[in-house]
């Protein structure tokens, strides 16, 4: 038996036709052809060990029933919720049941005749009884009332021994709550100084520990006192954790630290801490979120969720523990469990990426995460947020042999290393200096964040590019400064967004990384299924560790300021931000043209010429292209678009006119590309670069990342990296030159009438009428997609037919079961 992951490849209804154009040279995500390795859109490469069992939509949690005969999943994403049964010895899946709301939590009856899990904001916990290997109906344990009357949306789940008692950690209220399981009554509840995410019990049951989620420490609860009685220190974002057999020693993941803590419960303290990344470095980006020991208790397996691998580690002798390798897995990994001889894994985003040539505007009328409003759907639907499935991994535990080969493989899959980050790729002579402190003829950074556009969106009309014409709606009638731009500068067909949806892609697009309670938590609200929008410097849980690009200018005394983005109007919630932001810029709202964006500007851009005083790094936003869809009354979609496109023009003429130029550069990128369809992959989107010192009416087919525009960005303005993976990504130097051409950029004029508004009454408009754009996303992009979809095509226009690209996932072989 072959101990790599063996592959069956799916190859649905591929057509030739998309792909002509597309150079042969060009790297795009999909199967490598080497070492049964999948390239992801970000860069990193998937090669998983073992078989798999495909599950749902972003599996959180995996529990192990006590005589080992169950697994239980519960799928916390964006789309469809379920709580999963599978029978361990065949490794098949045995019931699946959906849900109107869950998440994390999740715990079998040690009797086995009970699975319990968390209702989300439901604000319940969900009583399966388990009957000939089926889930029933589930019963439920109210804690409060259902979102928005009631803030609880329970977390990690503990039961007693004896069946009588379940614990349950909030992650919206902040508290233990204690349950009668006879009478199914909530019986005492304790504050918590912190976001909750996972409880466990000591063997003795006197004692509950619960991980901080978003903070740095552990409490202790006494049970029988009913009150915190301890607090130990940990890394940063503990999340999950597990006790030995004896309740001695817990092992604690801190999710933004890379790092376990070791804690001997006897004295409450750490007694070591174990780094989990691939190398010695401080960077983020391994995400440690999963921990399982061995049945000897002798090795701890630990998941990192944004290496996409288990680290392994000898733990035999706590406190002196030492690392053993590393084990190759799928996309995500969100929790580790053992059972004898085997490991599992639950892979929170599976095992490829993929294409959406199919959406998201599809015939459709579900908000933004497919979760169902009583509104028929289309079969095919292909939104971003909803079309990676997770699975399960069965791994052979691996001889000594067999770990040196896992732990080559995972390097081999792993384009972060620690040499980097000193000297990152480039070439002698290049404006993009290679090395942090070296020099660039470049002095100031203009970085736009647009709103959520795919590549095939826009620029599919590029007859040059690697586009398809067909899913092109704001081509070059309505967006001719960005053609202009593309043509004049460099046309870039191979670029992707690190990021899924807004809530993940303005803190991918300002750290080059999205926390852990980033990840795991926007699929819930986006899945309209309660809880808050506060991802861009809202919540504080959220933010990385070290903070964001504006922090780091401020620790290397970069001057920078921000219009638009993580601010509105003069106001922000990030402390690095405040007395470094335009007063006169708005945020985010669709009622603002870009326009008004824009003057505010030129307004604060040409005081601080005058005072000599503009900022090296400027971050501005231009969010008009997200739409109002057909929102009666609302600018039309392809006027926002046209009208965001002036606004880009005009700034760019604007600052090349300015006395700057000379050694100025500008990088437009859109925070996501969860908008719109296409053909090579969900996360393809447009970026542009300009300045004199950027190569003209040049291709570019290399594969770029918003991480490597970031990059990019950090060597021109001498700032360390922020993550793992903006220092593996590689910087876009290849778009630019020592030979400057100092032209001026001459903005096109709208082919389109930007005050043009929405006027027809249709099925469309009513449904734009019951959208949220208070903020980005709040509006069901499902539906908000079909409707701009018509707006372009025609209220009756019928969609092409569903195309995917290739679509690896590992399979068991027939001899296996």
Known sequence: MNHFYKVGVILASII?????????????????????????????????????????????????????????????????????????????????????KSWYGLAFSHNEKHLYASGGYDNIILDFHIDNNQLSVPDTIRLAKPWPKGRVCPTGIAVSKNDLVLYSVTKEDNRIYTIDLKSKKVIDSVPLPGIAYSCVLSPNQKKLYVSLWGKNHVVVYNTAKKKITGEIKTGSHPNELVLNKKGTILFVANANDNTVSVINTGKNKVIETLSAALYPTRLTGSTTDGLALSKDEKTLYIANADNNCLAVFDVSEPGDSKSKGFI?????????????????????????????????????????????????????????????????????????????????????????????????????????????GDASPIKYVFY?????????????????????????IFGKKVTPNHHAIANDFVLLDNFYTDAEVSADGHNWSTAAYATDVVEKTWPTYYGSRGGTYGYEGQMKASYPRDGYIWNYCQRAGVSYRSYGEFCNMGKTSLKALKGHICPKSPGFDLSIKDQVRVDAWMHDFDSLVTRHAVPHFNTIRLSNDHTSGQHLGSIAPRAAVADNDLALGRFLEHLSLSPIWKESVVFVLEDDAQNGPDHVDAHRSPVFVAGPYVKRNAVIHDMYSTSGVLRTIELILGLPPMSQYDAAATPLYKCFTNHPDFTPYEHKPANIDLNKRNVAVNASSRLSATFDFSHEDAAPDIALNEVIWKAIKGENAVMPAPRHSAFVVPVKDDDDD
């Not at 150079?23 to 859109?41: E, F, I, K, N, W």
């Not at 990193?44 to 995996?62: H, I, R, V, Y």
């Not at 736009?448 to 092109?472: A, F, H, P």
Request: aromatic fraction near 6%.
């Open 16 to 100: 030739i036709s998309l792909f002509q154009g597309k150079p042969a040279s060009a790297q795009t995500p999909g199967p490598t052809g080497h070492a049964q390795q999948v390239l992801l859109p970000n860069g990193w490469k998937l090669s998983p060990a073992g078989t798999a069992l495909t599950l749902g939509d972003l599996p959180l949690n995996l529990q192990v029933s006590p005589s080992g005969k169950y697994a239980a999943v519960t799928n916390n994403g964006e789309s469809t919720q379920t709580v999963q049964l599978i029978d361990l010895k065949h490794e098949k899946l045995l019931d699946t049941k959906v849900v109107g």
């Open 328 to 436: 190759p897995v799928g996309w995500y990994p969100t929790n580790v469990k053992t059972l004898g001889n085997k490991i599992l894994v639950t892979n929170g985003k599976g095992f490829s990426s993929m294409a959406n040539p199919d959406g998201p505007q599809p015939v459709s009328k579900k908000d933004d995460s497919g979760y169902q409003q009583g509104i028929s759907v289309k079969k095919h639907v292909q939104y971003i947020a909803g079309l990676f499935k997770g699975a399960l991994s069965f791994i052979d535990n691996p001889d000594e042999a067999l770990l040196k080969k896992y732990t080559r493989q995972v390097y081999a899959n792993t384009p972060f290393n620690e040499k980097k980050v000193k000297d990152a790729p480039g070439e002698k002579g290049n404006p993009i200096p290679r090395k942090k």
């Open 448 to 472: 736009i964040i647009k709103e959520n556009r795919t590549y095939d969106q826009v620029m599919g009309d590029v007859k040059k590019g690697n586009g398809v014409d067909s899913l092109c």
